[in-house]
């Protein structure tokens, strides 16, 4: 899943700046709808980044029902903290 394919699918535009507020929540709606009927584990998880980035990620125990799939998420969410604060 290419980033900016993933907000051409969702927002209509791969520029972040360009995104109206209706479109953006309309998008996020749209992901978490695709994220609860995913059953490919790798796109689930890529959908699961895309929405933290956004904030409107389902919890982690809602989200993966494996334990090492849930630290992985937390090694992400550790990641883009790390990468906000540099």
Do not use: C, H
């Amino acid at each position: 899943m290419d980033f900016d394919d993933q907000l051409r699918r969702y927002f209509g535009t791969d520029d972040l700046a360009t995104i109206a507020p209706s479109t953006l929540e309309t998008g996020i709606d749209r992901m978490k709808v695709e994220f609860g009927m995913e059953k490919d584990k790798g796109r689930r998880f890529a959908l699961w980044t895309l929405m933290y980035m956004f904030g409107a990620s389902p919890d982690l125990d809602v989200a993966f029902d494996n334990e090492a799939d849930r630290n992985t998420a937390r090694d992400f969410m550790d990641m883009m903290d790390k990468a906000a604060g540099a």
